[in-house]
């Protein structure tokens, strides 16, 4: 997962989380998704606001992805060039590093296109996610090893979904 | 309209200070400053490149003041590079217009943050590249320059980078 740097502001770490995803790339980027809408353990480092939702993703047939957030997302990010671009890089980079089959990402805010998403980082362009040609490698599995309180988090983010 | 701080301080009011500054040192250097807001109104992205794009030999300058980031530091940003497509009719697409002049505006940015980092501790050394709507659409030299930040518990401290960042700004564009 990439969150902020806390000890480098403006920049995104690598964090090692390990969670059970999908083989399957539409679900396992939704799993990814939530769980960074979920934020990391340090609040310091979170790149996209507390109160928004991920109401729709998915993977056309060339390698697009199409990210649907709540309203939100935008009107709760921080305005301003470089907090934009850290949630939209944090998206890009996590999904790069999980999902190959994603090649690039449009986002929409309630299912609309909109022109910015706090009012500079532009929203009506693909953002480029990876020049590699999908591998379709498997997707990692294993035992959750997340902490009490992010895994709080993920859990309630699914908690519409359980049977 | 933009950031606000918690301190109430408002993003669009403090971009006019900058903007009168920074029109004040470039017209030292003999520059012509066209701006694209007087006050508070609100003009589309596209109406203000319009007012760029109509000029000879101009270079475009958005100035943004961040909620977030290191306080007292400046960023310029260019476009990131998107792929040009060319019409038949050898007209610039709209929304590709700042395509054949990116070259120029890493030259201007990375001269003007050059001039940033010697005033503001902590500001990056040079340029760095943000799909910034504003820039896509102008065809003239254009980057954006963004002063952290409107969340300062005291007003004075962004009023005190007024000066550095309008002398920086004028002499990059000046050294271009």
């Known amino acids: 997962m990439y969150w902020g740097s806390p000890a480098n502001d403006g920049t995104l770490e690598p964090v090692l989380v390990e969670l059970p995803l999908s083989n399957d790339p539409t679900l396992r980027a939704k799993e990814l998704l939530n769980t960074l809408l979920a934020g990391p353990v340090d609040p310091e480092a979170r790149t996209l606001p507390p109160d928004a939702a991920l109401l729709a993703f998915y993977i056309l047939p060339d390698g697009t992805a199409v990210a649907d957030f709540s309203e939100a997302f935008a009107n709760s990010i921080p305005s301003g060039i470089e907090s934009e671009q850290l949630a939209v890089d944090s998206i890009r980079r996590t999904l790069e590093a999980n999902v190959p089959q994603v090649r690039r990402l449009r986002i929409l805010i309630h299912g609309q296109e909109v022109e910015t998403l706090a009012g500079h980082l532009d929203l009506t362009q693909a953002f480029q996610v990876s020049n590699a040609t999908p591998t379709g490698k498997p997707a990692r599995s294993g035992l959750s090893a997340l902490t009490g309180p992010l895994k709080k988090a993920i859990d309630k983010a699914r908690g519409s979904k359980k049977q | 309209m933009g950031a606000r ?167 990059g564009v000046a050294a271009i």
């Open chain 2, 5 to 171: 701080g918690t301190e109430g301080v408002r993003e669009s009011d403090v971009v006019l200070q900058f903007a009168a500054q920074v029109r004040q040192a470039l017209a030292a250097q003999g520059f012509q400053v066209i701006p694209t807001r007087e006050a508070n109104e609100n003009p589309s992205f596209d109406d203000r490149s319009a007012r760029a794009n109509a000029q000879r030999g101009a270079v475009f300058i958005t100035l943004h003041v961040a909620s977030t980031g290191l306080a007292g530091t400046a960023h310029t940003y260019v476009m990131a590079e998107t792929p040009a497509t060319l019409d038949p009719s050898g007209l610039i697409l709209w929304d590709q217009a700042q395509a054949p002049f990116l070259p120029l505006s890493r030259r201007l940015g990375d001269l003007v943050q050059a001039e940033l980092a010697k005033r503001f501790k902590g500001s990056p050394d040079s340029v760095q590249p943000a799909p910034i709507r504003q820039l896509r659409t102008t065809a003239a030299p254009a980057i954006a320059v963004e002063i952290s930040s409107v969340s300062v518990a005291n007003r004075a401290d962004l009023d005190r980078m007024i000066p550095g960042v309008a002398d920086a700004i004028a002499r």
